[in-house]
């Protein structure tokens, strides 16, 4: 069974740095393309970025150069690394994984990180 | 970025309607489309990809169609589950972008 578990938010001043980690059982993460999507209190949801299996990564333009999608092979584990965090980057912060069929197929159950001084 | 717009942003419906929610790309997408079901503190499911495919596990009063720029979701009869925020999400190209949401409630 597919199983994907953030993990890493938190209350961070602005300008601060988080690292998010997607932990996930039941299939490879290498294996397959993984996306981050937010979702601010109250709001609609926004993609944040995806790494495909080969290693090419995409950015939104609000967190390019400030946010960072890696994985772990060992860990079976995706991460979201952001820095110069911005009192806009409060949110929700949901790992998927991007099917075969393209659309978001398997879902975490999201980490809250907010910024606030 | 291709802007996608869904209407209405909220409907209201009783048990058994037939209920359509409509979205709109900025530009055409094929059928690069997908919706997505989502419950008050939970992440969303998805229900429908490349715009008319039922995802396994979803009930078949769910449906899908439309291509190009113009897309809708059916829920042939609505039952008590159903009562949620609907998303469309664009897969054409990037930055995924998405509906700004329906929010179905009961009437």
């Known amino acids: 069974e597919v199983q994907l578990v953030e993990s890493g938010g938190g209350s961070i001043q602005p300008g601060g740095s988080l690292r998010l980690s997607c932990a996930a059982s039941g299939f490879t993460v290498s294996y397959n393309y993984m996306t981050w999507v937010r979702q601010a209190p109250g709001k609609g949801l926004e993609w944040v970025s995806v790494i495909y299996s080969g290693g090419t990564t995409y950015y939104a333009d609000s967190v390019k150069g400030r946010f960072t999608i890696s994985r772990d092979i060992s860990k079976n584990t995706l991460y979201l690394e952001m820095d110069g965090l911005r009192a806009d980057d409060t949110a929700v912060y949901y790992c998927a994984t991007v099917g075969v069929t393209g659309a978001l197929d398997y879902w975490g159950q999201g980490t809250l990180v907010t910024v606030s001084s | 970025d291709i802007q996608m717009t869904q209407s209405p942003s909220t409907l209201s419906a009783s048990v058994g309607d037939r209920v359509t929610i409509t979205c709109r790309a900025s530009?055409?997408?094929?059928?690069?489309l997908a919706w997505y079901q989502q419950k008050p503190g939970k992440a969303p499911n998805l229900l429908i990809y490349k715009a008319s495919s039922l995802q396994s596990g979803v009930p078949s009063r769910f449906s899908g169609s439309g291509s190009g720029t113009e897309f809708t979701l059916t829920i042939s009869s609505l039952q008590p589950d159903d009562f949620a925020t609907y998303y469309c999400q664009q897969y054409n190209s990037y930055p995924y972008t998405f509906g700004q949401g329906t929010n179905l409630e009961i009437k």
């Open positions: 530009q055409s997408i094929s059928s690069w």
